[in-house]
């Protein structure tokens, strides 16, 4: 096999996936390798794309990015989770915030104690244990103080929502100045190798004004078309429309309005959701729907009329698959982005997975062998990530009590992944919850999502039942009490961004 080194990189396609994959190896690879970037402007990107979850705060820091500068050139502000309006029945409302939840005493988790004590009616709501939610409800924000130790304040999780394409231009300029060349232009096709070790390679793509670049390593963030990875080399997209049917979105910003709240909301409506996403300079909103079970007009007529402020343009209408690519390495071709899969912004895991792309590439960077077994490895790490998401976001849809829209009913009584069926099992025994391997969502994720939509265990843990009731009560009293004064003490989310990341 061959062993020596790469040269050429070529990133085709500069929407977000595009920008922050040349970023990252830019800084990685140290200017040992000349990367391009090719983009056509005709052709333009999704353009949406603005809530993260945390680990977005370990790539900038790979980046080397200060926050304040990010938050100012995005028009970013902080989000300590999600908000979800009508998802069990209708009228109801929970946050998934992000980090922990109360404070762990003696032998089991803290939420098998509350678990315990809810049964008994002498427990409050799940998110008054935990400064991210409390937080948020109350539209206040700062990042953690570890020096404060053991206080909810030393701990406080976060993501940002933030202008996708001011994200992208940031990016841009960031991976410039580290030596990538952007070419623009639009791509009419690729060639292959005829023959040789890599028969089948792609060696080159040809622009429509003839100019050829090529490389030895391409990288497909070419969007939902897939340029390379599918209509050159037809890796193939397993189709996922039977669990998570909706297949259109429009996308409409709006004025922002005060205040200004630190968390995504999600709110149900009869065949999808509404999305909604303060940003500093406006508020990005979009419904998501099922276009069996509504009209394009009656879907932006939803959207319209459940804005918190005056439409700054006309809905913006985009159509999309829900699924994978079989193999998003294929040959010399890795997809990230849009081009490797699609799973709705519900959880805002889209950036997140081209992150993780990302990672994985670095994690399995080629040489001129493309050894078969990295490439295997980085495809079932990539399904494993996908699967795990899918199968969370599914949760929402199926665990619901609406009895109002024949969407929603279709939605709770369809057959499920058998991985989420051992999950919902599990948890309705004994409330617990087992993370598997390196899966995204972590054990207070699930508990958040299938007790915000009244899935209850049986029965907590049987060895809640060792502590006291009355310490066990007493204790998570403290901890409510404890995040109460907590939240008080924060700034206001809106003057937390005025004060620290104005220019
Ligand atoms: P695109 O933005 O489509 O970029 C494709 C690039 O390829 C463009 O530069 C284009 O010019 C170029 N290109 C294509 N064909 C050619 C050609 N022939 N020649 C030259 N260049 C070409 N993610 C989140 O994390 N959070 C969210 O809240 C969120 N909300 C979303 C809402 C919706 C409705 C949708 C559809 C997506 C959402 N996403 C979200 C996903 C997020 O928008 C994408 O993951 C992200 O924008 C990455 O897109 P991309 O770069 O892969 O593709």
Partial sequence: MNHAPLKDIVIVGGGTAGWMTAAALSTVLRGQYRIRVVESDEIGTVGVGE???????????????????????????????????????????YMHGFGRLGQDVWTVPFDQYWHRLRAQGRAHPLEQYSITRMAAKANKFMPARPDLGNSPLADIAYAYHFDASLYARYLRRLSESRGVQRTEGRISHATRRGEGAHAGHIDAVVLESGERIAGDLFIDCSGFRGLLIEQTLQAGFEDWTHWLPCDRALAVPCESVSPLTPYTRSTAHRAGWQWRIPLQHRTGNGHVYCSQHI????????????????????????????????????ENVVAIGLASGFLEPLESTSIYLIQQGIQQL??????????????????????????????????????????DAPFWQACAAMAVPETLTEKMDLYRSRGRVVRRDNELFAEVGWIQVMEGQNLHPEAAHPLAGLLDDAVAQEHLERVRQVVAKCVEVMPGHADYIAQHCAA
């Fill in 295 to 330: 009209s394009d007009d009656e879907a932006a007529a939803t959207l319209l009329a459940n804005l918190d402020g005056r439409p700054l343009a006309d809905p913006r209408p985009i159509r999309f698959r829900t699924g994978m690519r079989r193999l998003a390495w294929h």
């Fill in 51 to 93: 809530a993260t979850i945390p680990q977005i705060q370990r790539f900038n820091a790979v980046l080397g990015l200060n926050e304040a500068e990010f938050v100012r050139e995005t028009q970013g502000t902080f989000k300590l989770g999600i908000e979800f309006v009508n998802w069990g029945r209708l009228g109801e409302r």
């Fill in 362 to 403: 670095i994690d399995f960077f080629p040489d001129r062998g493309f050894s078969p077994a990295d490439v295997a490895e980085f495809n079932r790490a990539n399904r494993f990530h996908y699967e795990r998401i899918r199968d969370f976001i599914i949760l929402h849809y199926h665990l619901n009590q609406r009895d």
